[in-house]
């Protein structure tokens, strides 16, 4: 079990560029979600992935967000014209098939946006 | 809408005692409830979990207690020691849905 492996680990871009960070889940687990997270808050759930099929999408996923998982392993978040507002640590969590499977999350990529 | 909180930011406690975290929730159809650990830099630690048939689940020095007609629950560090310290989270899921409600977290000192 590596756990779950996000890339990259800080982001720095400017404002309006397109950045895409990568999340590869445990290996065994069909599930795998995106969260963000802020100073002093918890995570926020993004988006939601069973195998290949993007199965729930928050309102908080504007449609400068695109999240994708070919094949049912591992998964991209694309943000398009990022604004000040985009910063934050994006967390990816993955967790095995079955009900009341606790998520297992990765260290995050944060991204700054100059 | 916070639907899961926490209401202490933060709790300071004498290594060897026990560690008391709250959290409470507003949504009576979140029936699996779970803390997870935070260090810095890093990413949330699943510590323990409960369903809404127990009131109670141990593993080792942490217990989570859940009381589902107050909508609360806590979880119990006995003893703490300073590698406890942390932000602890807790997350409530609903029983038709995939997604995890999270708290804003508790930051825990253990002081030696």
């Known amino acids: 079990d590596t756990g779950v492996s996000q890339n990259p680990r800080h982001k720095i871009t400017k404002r309006g560029q397109n950045v895409t960070f990568r999340c590869d889940p445990i290996s065994e687990h069909n599930r795998l979600y995106w969260y963000r997270q802020t100073l002093g808050q918890g995570p926020e759930f993004l988006t939601y992935f069973q195998n290949e099929a993007q199965l729930e999408k928050s309102r908080l996923l504007s449609d400068r967000f695109s999240a994708e998982r070919p094949k049912g392993s591992f998964s991209t978040l694309e943000i398009q014209r990022t604004e000040q507002g985009d910063s934050a640590m994006y967390l990816c969590?993955?967790?095995?098939?079955?009900?009341?499977?606790?998520?297992?999350f990765g260290d995050g990529t944060r991204l700054s946006i100059l | 809408d916070q639907q899961v909180k926490q209401n202490s930011p933060s709790l300071s406690v004498q290594e060897g005692r026990i560690s008391i975290l709250n959290c409470d929730y507003t949504n009576s159809m979140f029936d699996y409830f779970l803390w997870y650990k935070k260090y810095p830099a890093e990413g949330p630690t699943f510590l323990i979990s409960?369903?809404?048939?127990?009131d109670k689940n141990e593993d080792g020095r942490f217990t989570v207690f859940l009381n589902k007609s107050a909508k609360h629950l806590s979880l119990h560090i006995v003893p703490s020691q300073p590698g406890d310290s942390a932000v602890y989270f807790c997350a409530a899921s609903p029983n038709t849905g995939n997604q995890f409600y999270f708290g804003t977290g508790t930051s825990l000192t253990v002081i030696p």
């Open positions: 969590a993955s967790s095995a098939r079955g009900s009341n499977q606790p998520q297992h």
């Open positions: 409960i369903s809404s048939i127990k």
